[in-house]
C-alpha cells in the first residue's frame, strides 16, 4: 500500500523544496493551478449574491424611421 502513495509523497518533497529555493516559480504555479477552480466556481458564486449580467451593447445606431434628407450647405454637392 505504501508503494502506492510513493509518487505522491516525492512530488511533495519535491514541491516543498522549489517553494524554499524558488519561490516565485512555485507559487506563480499553484496560483496557475487555481485558475480553472476559480473559473469553475465563482460565477455561481456571483449569481447567487444577487449579479444580474448587464445588458448586451448595442451593434448598430437605430436609423430614425422616416424619408432622409439630403445634406445641404456643406458643398458636397
Given at each position: 500500500m505504501a508503494a502506492l502513495f510513493s509518487p505522491f509523497r516525492s512530488s511533495y518533497r519535491y514541491l516543498q523544496r522549489q517553494a524554499h529555493e524558488n519561490p516565485v516559480i512555485f507559487y506563480s504555479c499553484v496560483i496557475g493551478g487555481i485558475g480553472?477552480?476559480?473559473?469553475?466556481?465563482?460565477?455561481?458564486?456571483?449569481?447567487?449574491?444577487?449579479?444580474?449580467?448587464?445588458p448586451p451593447i448595442p451593434n448598430g445606431y437605430p436609423v430614425p424611421n422616416r424619408a432622409r434628407r439630403p445634406v445641404q450647405g456643406y458643398e458636397d454637392a
Open positions: 480553472p477552480v476559480i473559473a469553475l466556481v465563482v460565477p455561481p458564486i456571483r449569481e447567487r449574491f444577487g449579479y444580474v449580467p448587464p
